[in-house]
């Protein structure tokens, strides 16, 4: 934590702008503990200062300031630039002393650390975007997060708070975490238009962060989280430890879990914004970009129902967000349910004078207006679970629909995440946005002849960039032949790639 601190200094001098640090592990569990780098324009940071921030993490501690040094000299960094270093922190109960380190690391470098308290990673993003515009993207404090976000939201639902058959309830999973903290000041702001009913708020209750709940508990395990009701054909949604994901569910009148995850949404937000933008008139290119975990129903639907361009990239929402500034409204999500809309200078220009311009039709400048204040719901800077709930409630209540509609726009194809510990990840390559194994030699033949086997079968493999891991994911027409399928690739895994501990067990 130390050494990011003196690593955000040099890159904070380098860049010449605001650079924020936020301490969390996400939704990793609680005693796990990591740091987010936050880039001048509220993004990650750039992927070439990653082997910087490996080396200076790693090195002897003897090594330290020779290698400190040594990126000075590389970068040309000018060591008397006066800079300062937003910090921000999740509620783990290590956040308090690592924030402390992380501030003596900024401070031994002679940087002005600045200390936003408990946050969530997409406020600390929207405060470093909103510093380095000098308050033009919004006004960088907690405050200003929350008008902006709300009364743009209020606009946009007006006074119908319910409309068709949406219902402006929510049961709302906080993981026990920054999540469940920030949702009670929109509580207050959002009033009656929209009802919050907060579970899963460790203030309150004695739950562990992220154990049982959470975004990622509910998409991975594709499981109800334990402490939210379960009320039949209600509404619920989950966001991670740091409140930078997302995803929504509910059980049916049987008891059966439906999950609509990150790619539902960005099929809701591509569909609502496709037709906003042809209502409006007006020539912008709109994109969807996802990853090779999206399902494969997801991407069906895209291409051929909705007739929006699809990207696929590589895991890792640093190259979602890439690949989405190319378009002039770019809607990446992950399928673990981390996304956002990015809107180019041009399509805020064009909407802007389109507002404006008496001779357009009511309706076209209507559209117009409505998409610039959808683009003040979200937070373009990086997925924000909270932001994307405003945006996801906004769209169903102007469609007038329930959970179930919006599930009912296509069908999911059955899919398995499974992951094998081998003795070296690295032994493993791919290429074309990771769905092409290209070593172990003979890997990939083994998978295509598995896949074979089923119908709408698919499957991958990768290794993790966070875990020392390999992750196999398979999908296939129904849940058996997907559970068996993702099996026996782990199978192969395990067999050509140097696996360890107990081998993957196959379905009969
Ligand atoms: C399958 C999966 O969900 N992978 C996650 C996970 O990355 P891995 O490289 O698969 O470990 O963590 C990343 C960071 O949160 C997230 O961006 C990504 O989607
Ligand atoms: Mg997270």
């Known amino acids: 934590m130390y050494r990011m ?22 939704h990793n569990p609680e005693c796990d503990n990591g740091v987010k780098l936050i880039d001048p324009h509220g993004e990650m940071m750039e992927q070439s200062w990653e082997e910087l921030a490996t080396r200076v993490a790693n090195v002897q501690d003897d090594e330290l300031e020779g290698t400190i040094k040594e990126i000075v000299q590389q970068y040309n960094i000018d060591m008397s630039v006066r800079v300062n ?83 402006n309830k929510v049961l709302y999973d906080g993981a026990n975490g920054v999540g469940a903290k920030k949702i009670k000041y929109f509580m207050k702001r959002l ?37 939210v009701p379960n009320i039949p054909n209600q509404r619920c949604v989950s966001v991670d430890g740091d409140a930078d994901r997302v995803v929504y569910y509910y059980n049916d009148e049987n008891n059966k879990f439906h999950l609509l995850d990150g790619d539902r949404i960005a099929t809701l937000v591509a569909e609502y914004l496709k037709e906003l933008v042809s209502t409006c008139g007006i020539d912008l290119n709109l ?35 890439h690949k989405a500034l190319e378009y002039d409204i770019g809607v990446y999500f992950e399928a673990n349910g981390h996304g956002t809309v990015i809107f180019s200078k041009n399509a805020k220009d064009k909407l802007n004078e389109a507002a404006k311009n008496n001779k357009l039709s009511e309706e076209q400048q209507e559209a117009a207006a409505k998409l610039l204040a959808l683009i003040d719901v979200i937070n373009e800077t990086v997925g924000d679970a909270i932001s994307d709930m405003l945006l996801v409630e906004t769209i169903l209540n102007a469609k007038g629909w329930n959970i179930q509609q919006w599930e009912q726009t296509y069908t999911d194809l059955p899919n398995k995440l499974l992951k094998v510990t081998v003795q070296d990840r690295s032994v493993l390559t791919t290429k074309d946005a990771e769905r092409v194994c290209v070593t172990p030699e003979g890997l990939q033949e083994e998978i295509d002849s598995l896949v074979e086997k089923y119908s709408k079968g698919r499957s991958f493999v990768r290794p993790s960039g966070t875990e020392d891991i390999v992750r196999i994911y398979a999908e296939a027409e129904t849940r058996e032949e997907c559970e068996k399928l993702a099996a026996e690739v782990a ?18």
């Open 287 to 321: 994109g969807l970009i996802q990853t090779a975990y999206a399902n494969g129903a997801s991407t069906d639907y895209i291409t051929k129902t909705l007739k929006v361009p699809v990207a696929c990239v590589s895991t890792g929402v640093k190259h979602l967000h």
């Open 5 to 26: 601190g003196l690593l955000a200094v040099l890159r904070s001098r380098y860049k010449q702008g605001v650079i924020g640090i936020m301490i969390t592990a996400s």
């Open 191 to 227: 009033g009656d238009c929209l009802e919050i009913e907060l579970y899963n708020d460790a203030g309150i209750g004695t739950g562990k962060l992220n154990y049982l709940c959470g975004a990622d508990h509910v998409k991975s395990q594709q499981l109800f989280p334990t402490g």
């Open 491 to 508: 199978q192969k895994v395990y067999d050509l790639a140097g696996g360890i501990g107990a081998p993957p067990i196959i379905p009969q």
């Open 85 to 167: 270093i937003l910090i921000g922190k999740d509620t783990r109960p290590s956040s308090p002393s690592l924030a402390k380190s992380v501030i003596d690391g900024v401070l031994a470098l002679s940087g002005k650390p600045i200390d936003f308290g408990i946050v969530t990673t997409p406020q600390m993003h929207y405060f470093v975007k909103c510093r380095n515009t000098q308050n033009a993207y919004g006004i960088g404090t907690e405050e200003g997060y929350y008008t902006k976000l709300v009364s743009a939201f209020k606009k946009l639902r007006g006074d119908n708070f319910n409309n068709k058959n949406y219902v």
